[in-house]
């Protein structure tokens, strides 16, 4: 069992940056890969970024890309998601999630696939 906690939302002018933090509880977070999920209002919830158990791979959504970044403490429990150059469309719910996962290098696009989900964190941009 693991239970997520986002944290990090707020507010920020367009072109600012936050940093979200997504601290797990339980012993299972060392087997878990990781992902960041948003929705928006109206909006169905998307994939953000996902990471492998390992921290060694990961994988962004297109309007992501060289914007946001994912990473992971093990030692912390913890998985972060970066985001920079921020835009008035990155308003949005954040959810942390995550998936027992067998093998150290998968990371997973589908939210189906994930086991484990946080409350979400509120992320609005201002233009």
């Known amino acids: 069992q693991v239970q997520l906690v986002e944290s990090g939302g707020g507010l920020v002018q367009a072109g600012g940056s936050l940093r979200l933090s997504c601290s797990a509880s339980?012993?299972?977070?060392?087997?878990?890969?990781m992902g960041w999920f948003r929705q928006a209002p109206g909006k169905e919830r998307e994939l953000v970024a996902a990471?492998?158990?390992?921290?060694?791979?990961?994988y962004y959504a297109d309007s992501m890309k060289g914007r946001f970044t994912i990473s992971r403490d093990t030692a912390k429990r913890t998985v972060y998601l970066q985001m920079n150059s921020l835009k008035p469309e990155d308003t949005a719910v954040y959810y942390c999630?995550?998936?027992?996962?067998?093998?150290?290098?998968?990371?997973?696009?589908?939210?189906?696939?994930?086991?484990?989900w946080g409350q979400g964190t509120q992320v609005t941009v201002s233009s």
């Open positions: 339980g012993r299972t977070f060392s087997t878990c890969a």
């Open positions: 990471i492998s158990r390992s921290g060694g791979n990961t």
């Open positions: 999630a995550a998936k027992t996962a067998t093998v150290d290098t998968y990371f997973y696009t589908r939210e189906g696939l994930y086991n484990y």
